[in-house]
């Protein structure tokens, strides 16, 4: 498990730091960067619920190879022919990696439930870590040859591969079928939506604009008429009548926003150089790396004291803290960026609330349901993760598109100020969300009541 983690993690994090680099040989701007980060997070999106669904319909093992050989042919295509096409094409392929965390809390909580927790938060740690290191490393191959570096996934894909073919199935029952119309509906649904969040160029009083957002409510809204009739939901939005569960996910949803919204325009401010915008570091593809391995190493630490400060603070304060950590840190960045050491700084606090908040949910979601339905609730979380990221990565989009430089190719420093402050404010919803966090143990203390199996009242 921890080498396909390995493999998520290094996938997650080698292309990032090259944007800048490759999109300049490419000729692709900085709007069509972040685009083509935004493009990742779509993917992440759309694939989440299909994976875990797949995964509790023919086996978590069997998905998680298709998974796996999807990433691996996505990462090949981008390291043999960088374009800006199969750049697009890759990253999308490389989109599945979002069902490897489901599929494989599904088979840890089958096979060794009684290790859930801590499994949780080592594969969490190793994940954020291997980001770090995955950026570290194409950093250095591109010293010299910039596209040097997009052969930094390949290596790991093999071994996960091979890591795929040895692990054990779940033995959780399986049953149901594929709702393919709830599929094509929230597919449509998201990409409609996405594309009004990011076509800030557009103008948001554009006909085009209200229309194309009108029709993603629309969808949207009959994706989710259509799941919760179904008998076999592709994504159980009745799952969200479970009180915890709906805010765990509204959490991970806001948190998320910035966290990992803003991956894609962190690498471009770092990039960039002060002398042709006023603001930046001016930083080369393995300085960039380097910086976000530091962050991605708090975030690490942050990931393998959450079970320890879970037992002593109890769930509820380890949600909270992690919000008002996200949101500190994103206002340190909008009022300190004159200098790398107060940027750090901040983005150090971001990477450690990164740790807490991706373990506490996954723990969090997966505890909260009975264990033949532990990958559609973890599926379920990750979803709300992905929407975050996409909708973050859009919404920042949107605010460079507006404050782009005229016949130019960058961004002006208000672009960056919009954004850091609106990853801020989304995550003190998130705070807001998790002090409304209510632990069985709690709502027992409180009404006298024991949860019923799967976490719901009785």
Same mark, same amino acid.
């Given at each position: 498990?921890?080498?396909?983690?390995?493999?998520?993690?290094?996938?997650?994090?080698?292309?990032?730091?090259?944007?800048?680099?490759?999109?300049?040989?490419?000729?692709?701007?900085?709007?069509?960067?972040?685009?083509?980060?935004?493009?990742?997070?779509?993917?992440?999106?759309?694939?989440?619920?299909?994976?875990?669904?797949?995964?509790?319909?023919?086996?978590?093992?069997?998905?998680?190879?298709?998974?796996?050989?999807?990433?691996?042919?996505?990462?090949?295509?981008?390291?043999?022919?960088?374009?800006?096409?199969?750049?697009?094409?890759?990253?999308?392929?490389?989109?599945?990696?979002?069902?490897?965390?489901?599929?494989?809390?599904?088979?840890?909580?089958?096979?060794?439930?009684?290790?859930?927790?801590?499994?949780?938060?080592?594969?969490?740690?190793?994940?954020?870590?291997?980001?770090?290191?995955?950026?570290?490393?194409?950093?250095?191959?591109?010293?010299?040859?910039?596209?040097?570096?997009?052969?930094?996934?390949?290596?790991?894909?093999?071994?996960?591969?091979?890591?795929?073919?040895?692990?054990?199935?779940?033995?959780?029952?399986?049953?149901?079928?594929?709702?393919?119309?709830?599929?094509?509906?929230?597919?449509?649904?998201?990409?409609?939506?996405?594309?009004?969040?990011?076509?800030?160029?557009?103008? =948001?009083?554009?006909?085009?604009?209200?229309?194309?957002?009108?029709?993603?409510?629309?969808?949207?809204?009959? =994706?989710?008429?259509?799941?919760?009739?179904?008998?076999?939901?592709?994504?159980?939005?009745?799952?969200?009548?479970?009180?915890?569960?709906?805010?765990?996910?509204?959490?991970?949803?806001?948190?998320?926003?910035?966290?990992?919204?803003?991956?894609?325009?962190?690498?471009?401010?770092?990039?960039?150089?002060?002398?042709?915008?006023?603001?930046?570091?001016?930083?080369?593809?393995?300085?960039?790396?380097?910086?976000?391995?530091?962050?991605?190493?708090?975030?690490?630490?942050?990931?393998?004291?959450?079970?320890?400060?879970?037992?002593?603070?109890?769930?509820?304060?380890?949600?909270?803290?992690?919000?008002?950590?996200?949101?500190?840190?994103?206002?340190?960045?909008?009022?300190?960026?004159?200098?790398?050491?107060?940027?750090?700084?901040?983005?150090?606090?971001?990477?450690?609330?990164?740790?807490?908040?991706?373990?506490?949910?996954?723990?969090?979601?997966?505890?909260?349901?009975?264990?033949?339905?532990?990958?559609?609730?973890?599926?379920?979380?990750?979803?709300?993760?992905?929407?975050?990221?996409?909708?973050?990565?859009?919404?920042?989009?949107?605010?460079?598109?507006?404050?782009?430089?005229?016949?130019?190719?960058?961004?002006?420093?208000?672009?960056?100020? =919009?954004?850091?402050?609106?990853?801020?404010?989304?995550?003190?919803?998130?705070?807001?969300?998790?002090?409304?966090?209510?632990?069985?143990?709690?709502?027992?203390?409180?009404?006298?009541?024991?949860?019923?199996?799967?976490?719901?009242?009785?």
């Amino acid at each position: 498990m921890a080498v396909v983690v390995l493999f998520s993690g290094i996938v997650q994090g080698y292309l990032t730091p090259l944007l800048p680099e490759v999109g300049l040989r490419l000729h692709i701007g900085a709007v069509g960067q972040n685009n083509i980060y935004l493009l990742s997070q779509l993917a992440f999106a759309v694939m989440t619920p299909l994976l875990s669904r797949l995964g509790d319909l023919y086996g978590h093992r069997k998905l998680l190879r298709v998974a796996l050989a999807m990433v691996a042919g996505g990462s090949l295509l981008i390291a043999v022919r960088p374009s800006a096409v199969t750049l697009a094409v890759g990253v999308t392929l490389q989109g599945a990696l979002v069902g490897f965390f489901p599929l494989l809390v599904g088979i840890l909580r089958s096979r060794a439930p009684e290790r859930n927790r801590i499994g949780i938060s080592l594969l969490v740690g190793v994940l954020l870590i291997a980001i770090g290191v995955g950026g570290l490393v194409a950093g250095a191959l591109s010293e010299h040859h910039a596209e040097a570096g997009l052969w930094t996934a390949v290596p790991v894909a093999v071994l996960a591969v091979v890591a795929g073919l040895v692990l054990p199935d779940s033995d959780a029952p399986r049953g149901g079928r594929f709702h393919y119309g709830a599929a094509a509906l929230l597919t449509v649904g998201l990409v409609a939506l996405v594309l009004v969040l990011a076509q800030g160029t557009w103008g =948001w009083g554009a006909p085009r604009t209200i229309v194309l957002a009108v029709a993603a409510l629309a969808v949207l809204a009959a =994706w989710v008429a259509v799941e919760r009739r179904s008998a076999h939901p592709l994504v159980s939005v009745r799952m969200l009548s479970n009180p915890r569960l709906a805010v765990v996910s509204g959490y991970t949803f806001c948190a998320a926003f910035g966290t990992i919204g803003f991956l894609g325009a962190n690498a471009l401010f770092l990039g960039a150089s002060r002398s042709a915008t006023g603001y930046g570091m001016g930083l080369g593809p393995q300085a960039i790396a380097t910086i976000s391995l530091a962050m991605v190493t708090a975030g690490f630490a942050g990931s393998t004291l959450t079970p320890r400060l879970a037992r002593r603070l109890g769930d509820r304060a380890v949600l909270a803290s992690g919000g008002g950590l996200i949101a500190l840190g994103f206002l340190g960045m909008a009022l300190f960026h004159d200098t790398l050491a107060q940027y750090v700084a901040c983005a150090l606090v971001v990477g450690l609330a990164t740790g807490l908040f991706e373990s506490i949910t996954r723990t969090l979601s997966a505890e909260v349901v009975e264990e033949q339905e532990t990958a559609l609730a973890v599926g379920l979380n990750e979803l709300a993760l992905s929407l975050g990221a996409a909708i973050g990565a859009a919404v920042i989009g949107a605010f460079f598109a507006a404050h782009a430089v005229r016949g130019t190719t960058h961004i002006a420093e208000s672009g960056y100020l =919009w954004g850091w402050g609106a990853c801020a404010c989304a995550a003190l919803v998130g705070m807001a969300l998790a002090l409304r966090y209510r632990s069985p143990r709690a709502v027992h203390a409180t009404y006298g009541q024991q949860p019923a199996q799967g976490g719901e009242l009785a």
